[in-house]
Protein backbone atom coordinates (compact mmCIF):
# COMPACT_ATOMS: atom_id res chain seq x y z
CA UNK A 1 0.00 0.00 0.00
CA UNK A 2 1.31 3.56 -1.05
CA UNK A 3 -0.43 6.65 0.54
CA UNK A 4 -0.01 9.85 -1.17
CA UNK A 5 -0.58 12.92 1.19
CA UNK A 6 -1.91 16.55 -0.45
CA UNK A 7 -2.73 19.94 0.96
CA UNK A 8 -1.41 21.51 4.14
CA UNK A 9 0.28 24.85 4.43
CA UNK A 10 -0.07 27.77 6.04
CA UNK A 11 -2.88 29.65 7.22
CA UNK A 12 -3.77 31.83 10.32
CA UNK A 13 -5.68 30.85 13.40
CA UNK A 14 -9.55 30.54 12.89
CA UNK A 15 -8.94 29.46 8.84
CA UNK A 16 -9.21 26.37 7.64
CA UNK A 17 -7.61 24.11 5.31
CA UNK A 18 -7.92 20.36 3.66
CA UNK A 19 -5.72 17.46 3.70
CA UNK A 20 -6.13 14.26 1.28
CA UNK A 21 -4.82 11.32 0.25
CA UNK A 22 -5.16 9.05 -2.32
CA UNK A 23 -3.82 5.36 -1.30
CA UNK A 24 -2.77 2.44 -4.50
CA UNK A 25 -1.63 -0.93 -4.73
CA UNK A 26 -3.35 -3.51 -2.03
CA UNK A 27 -6.01 -1.36 -1.60
CA UNK A 28 -8.69 -4.25 -1.10
CA UNK A 29 -7.03 -4.49 2.45
CA UNK A 30 -7.05 -1.84 3.34
CA UNK A 31 -10.07 -1.68 6.57
CA UNK A 32 -9.12 2.02 8.17
CA UNK A 33 -7.60 5.01 7.58
CA UNK A 34 -6.98 8.27 9.13
CA UNK A 35 -5.10 11.00 10.37
CA UNK A 36 -2.57 11.14 12.72
CA UNK A 37 -0.22 14.13 13.25
CA UNK A 38 3.23 15.10 15.43
CA UNK A 39 4.55 18.64 16.44
CA UNK A 40 7.69 19.44 17.35
CA UNK A 41 9.16 17.23 20.14
CA UNK A 42 6.08 15.59 20.33
CA UNK A 43 4.73 12.04 19.92
CA UNK A 44 2.87 10.88 16.96
CA UNK A 45 -1.06 11.11 17.55
CA UNK A 46 -4.34 10.12 16.28
CA UNK A 47 -6.36 13.11 14.89
CA UNK A 48 -8.76 11.07 13.14
CA UNK A 49 -10.08 7.38 11.40
CA UNK A 50 -12.77 6.35 9.50
CA UNK A 51 -13.57 2.86 8.75
CA UNK A 52 -14.30 1.11 5.58
CA UNK A 53 -17.77 1.20 6.51
CA UNK A 54 -17.93 4.86 7.57
CA UNK A 55 -17.41 4.56 11.62
CA UNK A 56 -15.42 7.57 12.63
CA UNK A 57 -13.50 8.52 15.59
CA UNK A 58 -11.63 11.38 16.55
CA UNK A 59 -9.58 13.16 19.04
CA UNK A 60 -11.18 15.17 21.85
CA UNK A 61 -9.38 18.26 20.86
CA UNK A 62 -10.70 18.12 16.97
CA UNK A 63 -13.99 17.37 17.79
CA UNK A 64 -16.51 19.52 16.59
CA UNK A 65 -13.79 21.31 14.14
CA UNK A 66 -12.48 18.28 12.28
CA UNK A 67 -14.09 16.00 9.55
CA UNK A 68 -12.57 13.08 8.27
CA UNK A 69 -14.21 11.83 5.15
CA UNK A 70 -13.78 8.51 2.56
CA UNK A 71 -14.26 7.31 -0.60
CA UNK A 72 -13.87 3.82 -1.13
CA UNK A 73 -14.42 4.19 -4.77
CA UNK A 74 -11.47 6.34 -5.40
CA UNK A 75 -9.91 5.40 -2.56
CA UNK A 76 -9.14 8.93 -0.76
CA UNK A 77 -9.63 9.92 2.65
CA UNK A 78 -9.81 13.34 3.13
CA UNK A 79 -9.14 15.55 6.62
CA UNK A 80 -11.02 19.04 6.68
CA UNK A 81 -10.03 21.20 9.14
CA UNK A 82 -12.07 24.42 10.29
CA UNK A 83 -11.37 26.87 12.76
CA UNK A 84 -7.69 26.07 13.00
CA UNK A 85 -5.39 27.04 16.27
CA UNK A 86 -2.34 27.51 16.69
CA UNK A 87 -2.14 23.75 18.88
CA UNK A 88 -3.03 22.58 15.79
CA UNK A 89 0.68 23.35 14.17
CA UNK A 90 2.21 19.98 13.43
CA UNK A 91 3.20 17.60 10.19
CA UNK A 92 0.08 15.43 9.79
CA UNK A 93 0.38 12.15 8.46
CA UNK A 94 -1.94 9.86 6.56
CA UNK A 95 -2.66 6.27 7.28
CA UNK A 96 -3.51 2.85 6.22
CA UNK A 97 -4.38 -0.10 8.12
CA UNK A 98 -4.51 -3.14 6.25
CA UNK A 99 -5.43 -7.06 7.03
CA UNK A 100 -3.98 -9.70 5.45
CA UNK A 101 -4.75 -12.98 5.93
CA UNK A 102 -2.84 -15.96 6.93
CA UNK A 103 -4.38 -19.31 6.44
CA UNK A 104 -7.64 -20.71 5.23
CA UNK A 105 -8.40 -20.86 9.16
CA UNK A 106 -9.15 -16.83 8.95
CA UNK A 107 -5.69 -15.93 11.12
CA UNK A 108 -4.77 -12.06 10.18
CA UNK A 109 -2.44 -9.61 10.46
CA UNK A 110 -2.89 -5.74 10.32
CA UNK A 111 -0.17 -3.92 9.37
CA UNK A 112 0.48 -0.24 9.51
CA UNK A 113 1.57 2.31 6.10
CA UNK A 114 2.24 6.05 6.53
CA UNK A 115 2.04 9.04 3.96
CA UNK A 116 5.57 11.13 3.55
CA UNK A 117 3.47 13.62 6.41
CA UNK A 118 2.31 17.28 5.60
CA UNK A 119 2.96 20.26 7.07
CA UNK A 120 0.44 22.34 8.56
CA UNK A 121 0.98 25.50 10.46
CA UNK A 122 -1.23 27.96 12.07
CA UNK A 123 -0.50 31.06 12.51
CA UNK A 124 -1.92 32.84 15.72
Known amino acids: VQLQASGGGLVQAGGSLRLSCAAS????????MGWYRQAPGKERDMVAT???????NYADSVKGRFTISRDNTKNTVALQMNSLKSEDTAIYYC???????????????????WGQGTQVTVSS
Open 50 to 56: ISSGGTT
Open 95 to 113: NAEATYVINVEGASYERQY
Open 25 to 32: GSINRIKV
